[in-house]
Nanobody
Framework: QVQLVESGGGLVQPGGSLRLSCAHS????????IGWFRQAPGKEREGVSY????????WYRDSVKGRFTISTDNAKNTVYLQMDDLKPEDTALYYC?????????????????????WGQGTQVTVSS
C-alpha cells in the first residue's frame, strides 16, 4: 500500500501561482504512476495531471494545458504540480493518488479507478 501526503494548497488571487507537493512512499512497483485529481463542491472528482514515477510519461486535462506542470523528484519521492495563471474555476480540493499503470494507458488519461491509493487532499482556492 502506497502512502501519500499532499501539501502546498492555499488561497491565491486569479493569475497567481501555487505549487502542490505529493510525498509518496511504500511502493517499488513497475509502471508506478502518480496522479493529481481535484473535486469542487457538487462536482465529480476529475483527473488533472498524471506522471509515471520514471518521469517519462505525462498527461494533462485540456483545461490546464499550458498552465500546469507536473514533475517528479525521485530522490525525494515527491511529485509536484506547479500551477500558474490560476483561475477561479481551478478552485477545488486537490488529491494525489497512486496506481500501477502502464505508460500507454497513462498517456491517454485513465480514469480515477486505475488509482488505488489516495491522499487526504489539499484545498486550493482562487479568489480575489
Amino acid at each position: 500500500q502506497v502512502q501519500l501526503v499532499e501539501s502546498g494548497g492555499g488561497l491565491v488571487q486569479p493569475g497567481g501561482s501555487l505549487r502542490l507537493s505529493c510525498a509518496h512512499s511504500g511502493s517499488t512497483l513497475d509502471h508506478y504512476a502518480i496522479g493529481w485529481f481535484r473535486q469542487a463542491p457538487g462536482k465529480e472528482r476529475e483527473g488533472v495531471s498524471y506522471i509515471s514515477v520514471s518521469g517519462g510519461t505525462t498527461w494533462y486535462r485540456d483545461s490546464v494545458k499550458g498552465r500546469f506542470t507536473i514533475s517528479t523528484d525521485n530522490a525525494k519521492n515527491t511529485v509536484y504540480l506547479q500551477m500558474d495563471d490560476l483561475k477561479p474555476e481551478d478552485t477545488a480540493l486537490y488529491y494525489c493518488a497512486a496506481g500501477q499503470i502502464a505508460s500507454p494507458i497513462l498517456r491517454v488519461g485513465p480514469t480515477r479507478h486505475y488509482f488505488d491509493s489516495w491522499g487526504q487532499g489539499t484545498q486550493v482556492t482562487v479568489s480575489s
